[in-house]
C-alpha cells in the first residue's frame, strides 16, 4: 500500500517559516519525482515545488522562488519544503505527491501517481 504522509503545517503569522515534510512508503522513493502542490480557501490545486529524483533538479512556481526550497533524502524516503518568508496567500491545504518519470521534474498534476492527505498551513497578516 503506497502511503505519503505530511506533516509539519500549522498557524504562523506573516514573516514566518515552516518546514514540511512527507514520508513515503509503499513505492521504490529513489525512483520517483516528487512534488508539492497546494489548495487555498476558494481556489484550485496548484502546483508550488518539485525535486528530481536525485535531488539535483528543482522546480517552483513564480510566487514562491526564492522563498521557498524543496528537497529531499532518499535514504530516509522523505521530500521537504523548506518555506520562508510565508505570506497570508501562502495560506493552503499542502499535498506532497510523486509522479514515476523517466527524469526531471513537471508542474503538470495529472502526471503523478501518488498524493498524500494534505496538511494545513495558515498564515495570518
Known amino acids: 500500500q503506497v502511503q505519503l504522509v505530511e506533516s509539519g503545517g500549522g498557524l504562523v503569522q506573516a514573516g514566518d517559516s515552516l518546514r514540511l515534510s512527507c514520508v513515503v512508503s509503499?513505492?521504490?522513493?529513489?525512483?520517483?519525482?516528487m512534488g508539492w502542490f497546494r489548495q487555498g480557501p476558494g481556489k484550485e490545486r496548484e502546483f508550488v515545488a518539485a525535486?528530481?529524483?536525485?535531488?539535483?533538479?528543482?522546480r517552483y512556481r513564480d510566487s514562491v522562488e526564492g522563498r521557498f526550497t524543496v528537497s529531499r533524502e532518499n535514504w530516509k524516503n522523505e521530500v521537504y519544503l523548506q518555506m520562508s518568508n510565508l505570506e497570508p496567500e501562502d495560506t493552503a491545504v499542502y499535498y506532497c505527491?510523486?509522479?514515476?518519470?523517466?527524469?526531471?521534474?513537471?508542474?503538470?498534476?495529472?502526471?503523478?501517481?501518488?498524493w498524500g492527505q494534505g496538511t494545513q498551513v495558515t498564515v495570518s497578516g
Open positions: 525535486v528530481d529524483y536525485s535531488n539535483t533538479m528543482t
Open positions: 509503499g513505492i521504490t522513493f529513489r525512483d520517483y519525482s
Open positions: 505527491a510523486a509522479a514515476n518519470l523517466a527524469a526531471g521534474t513537471t508542474a503538470q498534476d495529472w502526471k503523478y501517481d501518488y
